[in-house]
């Protein structure tokens, strides 16, 4: 990777529907070129998707919380599948300390949280915190120094 596909995907973390054109004449190059530079970076697997940002608040998703569980190592394989197929997580994280997963998710209402937590229960005691605001949203890794 060198500095052309390193400022293709910072163009990219900001502006994935950034017209080619518009690309191209920011990285010096025609639009064909930077289309099979990334083709190449969506192969190596370096992009892996384009996303939207979605208003989960305008949505009806009004709590946003923190799940922190212990899991004992025997019980990944079963909690695994079972915390892919729940649509309200955002995010599963296998982490260090005291618990070993801790999870993102969004729910209408505290009673729907409520249920969740009941069901992760099942594979161990559970820590919750709910979010009041989020003073830095979600924002993607740097990719250049700015200039």
Do not use: W
Request: hydrophobic share 45%.
């Amino acid at each position: 990777m060198d500095k052309i596909d390193q400022k293709l995907l910072a163009i990219l973390q900001k502006n994935a529907r950034m017209p080619l054109k518009a690309i191209a004449s920011q990285v010096f190059l025609s639009a064909p070129a930077v289309s099979a530079r990334i083709e190449k970076l969506e192969a190596q697997k370096l992009i892996q998707g384009y996303h939207a940002e979605i208003d989960q608040q305008k949505l009806g998703y009004h709590i946003t919380a923190f799940i922190s569980l212990e899991l004992m190592t025997s019980q990944k394989p079963e909690f695994y599948p079972f915390i892919a197929e729940c649509p309200n997580v955002l995010e599963c994280n296998c982490v260090t300390g005291n618990y070993s997963m801790l999870i993102k998710v969004a729910f209408p209402s505290t009673q729907e949280l409520d249920l969740f937590i009941g069901q992760l229960q099942h594979f161990g005691n559970t820590s919750t915190q709910i979010v009041f605001s989020t003073p830095v949203p979600h924002r993607n890794v740097m990719i250049l120094a700015e200039e």
